[in-house]
Each structure stands twice: as structure tokens, then as C-alpha cells.
């Protein structure tokens, strides 16, 4: 664990470039150089041909609610100032297969439901005690098309 726990490890090299990414305003995901195929979790080999290149890719920024969690307590206390939360598995749309987990944002609870159409914006991450923070990929609803 790092010591700017919870946050995540920017520096990682399997997801440094999708940080960097974020930091820049854009989604990034990896995509296979030999069958074109999106590969998420972005750690070679690609799952459907076995190619050893994986290339970062800005994605439109369109995705759908897969499925999700509301969060009440705070198992972690850095977690408890932003209770209740959502903790949401997004799907992207030029590949569903390809989902994500983040925070699901300026939704009411209780408007949440299976395939809403998503835009990601960035914001900030910041928890208690730890004076870093990230701008990390979030989802919040989309215009209805
Ligand atoms: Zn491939």
C-alpha cells in the first residue's frame, strides 16, 4: 500500500498512461495492435489473439451503466466523508465488453438503472489526510439520445 492511500498509484506502469490520460481530460484504453480489439484490464497478452502490443486509445467518452453499488459505510474511514456514494461497473460503448469500475456521479440514487447511457467527466479525487490528489475518470448521466 502506498502512501497516499486511497488514491490510486498513478505511478504504476501497467495504468500510468491511463492516469496521465485522465489528468489530460481523456479516457484512455488499451487496444491490441495486431486484432484491433479493446483489452481491459491494459496487460498484454490481448485476450482474444494474444498479441503482445497494446496501444493507449482515446475512447468518445459515451458508456452505459452495467451495474453498481451504493456504499453507506465507510469500510475504509477515508471513505466516510463522501458517504453514501456510488460505485459504479460502466460499459463502453464502441466495445461492452470493456467495463470499468468508478464513481457514478450527480445522479440521485434512486434515478440509477441498467443500460443508462453515461458521459465521463474528471474530477478530482481528495480524501482525508492525504494532501495529493488525482483526477480520475467519473461517469454521471448522459442526455437521453
Ligand atoms: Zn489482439
Same mark, same amino acid.
Given at each position: 500500500m502506498h502512501s497516499d492511500f486511497p488514491l490510486p498509484d498513478i505511478d504504476w506502469e501497467p495504468t500510468s498512461e491511463f492516469w496521465a490520460g485522465a489528468a489530460r481530460g481523456q479516457l484512455l484504453i488499451t487496444r491490441c495492435d495486431l486484432c484491433g480489439r479493446y483489452v481491459w484490464y #491494459?496487460?498484454?497478452?490481448?485476450?482474444?489473439?494474444?498479441?503482445?502490443r497494446l496501444s493507449w486509445t482515446r475512447m468518445s467518452g459515451r458508456w452505459t451503466l452495467f451495474s453498481w453499488c451504493v456504499l453507506r459505510h465507510a469500510w475504509i474511514p477515508q471513505f466516510a466523508e463522501q458517504l453514501p456514494f456510488v460505485s459504479g461497473l460502466v460499459a463502453l460503448d464502441?466495445? #461492452?465488453?470493456?467495463r470499468v469500475v468508478s464513481y457514478i456521479v450527480d445522479c440521485p440514487i434512486e434515478s440509477l438503472r441498467c443500460d443508462a447511457p453515461l458521459r465521463v467527466v474528471f474530477r478530482p479525487l481528495r480524501y482525508p489526510g492525504v494532501a495529493r490528489e488525482v483526477i480520475a475518470p467519473l461517469f454521471a448521466p448522459a442526455a437521453e439520445p
Open positions: #491494459p496487460e498484454p497478452p490481448c485476450r482474444h489473439c494474444g498479441g503482445t464502441e466495445d #461492452p465488453a470493456v
